[in-house]
T-cell receptor
Framework: DTGVSQDPRHKITKRGQNVTFRCDPISEHNRLYWYRQTLGQGPEFLTYFQNEAQLEKSRLLSDRFSAERPKGSFSTLEIQRTEQGDSAMYLC??????????????FGPGTRLTVL | GESVGLHLPTLSVQEGDNSIINCAYSNSASDYFIWYKQESGKGPQFIIDIRSNMDKRQGQRVTVLLNKTVKHLSLQIAATQPGDSAVYFCAEPGGGNNRLAFGKGNQVVVIP
């Protein structure tokens, strides 16, 4: 499968714990995105990378959230001191982008986080 | 923004009939629109996209229509199949070119 992959698919954690999710984009896609989706809602943008540079962050990305893409390939999203309100599906997407255009973003299967 | 509860607009359609899903977008400057299909427990799956210089685009069994005058987008699915049962989202650029803003989902339920 050459699509976007995410790991783990499910994560249950206790409030206050830290969690880290991984996303592997489609090979050679230079852009990578993180979104969050709660039940009954559409995905909400969190952050965006072009290669290894994090170029945009949403106000939804509080200081407990950090994302990295150290080598411009896979990315990690870490949530520190998790809260029950962090429970959601965390989606990763990737695209092959060119300057000034909006690209087609292809999504992974998501990581479902449950904070107890 | 407007809050959306757990209840999604639902379209029930008989297998073999055509489905039409509508979406109103907010930004008259948007130049690109995408339809995604999301099955339960899965990530959104790209279906079809359209640029603002077009008013119609066809794919396999799907057609997207764009009416810029009234900021309206629709997705038509021909000969709906049970595998088409899912939530469908329209999306547009949400500020810059690098984020998508998703509309309210529409649930399609195909009755065999």
């Amino acid at each position: 499968d050459t699509g976007v992959s995410q790991d783990p698919r499910h994560k249950i954690t206790k409030r206050g714990q830290n969690v880290t999710f991984r996303c592997d984009p489609i090979s050679e896609h230079n852009r990578l995105y993180w979104y969050r989706q709660t039940l009954g809602q559409g995905p909400e943008f969190l952050t965006y990378f072009q290669n290894e540079a994090q170029l945009e962050k949403s106000r939804l990305l509080s200081d407990r959230f950090s994302a990295e893409r150290p080598k411009g390939s896979f990315s990690t999203l870490e949530i520190q001191r998790t809260e029950q309100g962090d429970s959601a599906m965390y989606l990763c997407a990737s695209s092959h982008g060119t300057s000034g255009s909006t690209d087609t973003q292809y999504f992974g299967p998501g990581t479902r986080l449950t904070v107890l | 923004g407007e809050s959306v509860g757990l209840h999604l607009p639902t379209l029930s359609v008989q297998e073999g009939d055509n489905s039409i899903i509508n979406c109103a977008y907010s930004n008259s400057a948007s130049d690109y629109f995408i339809w995604y299909k999301q099955e339960s427990g899965k990530g959104p799956q790209f279906i079809i996209d359209i640029r603002s210089n077009m008013d119609k685009r066809q794919g396999q069994r799907v057609t997207v229509l764009l009416n810029k005058t009234v900021k309206h987008l629709s997705l038509q699915i021909a000969a709906t199949q049970p595998g088409d049962s899912a939530v469908y989202f329209c999306a547009e650029p949400g500020g810059g070119n690098n984020r998508l803003a998703f509309g309210k989902g529409n649930q399609v339920v195909v009755i065999p």
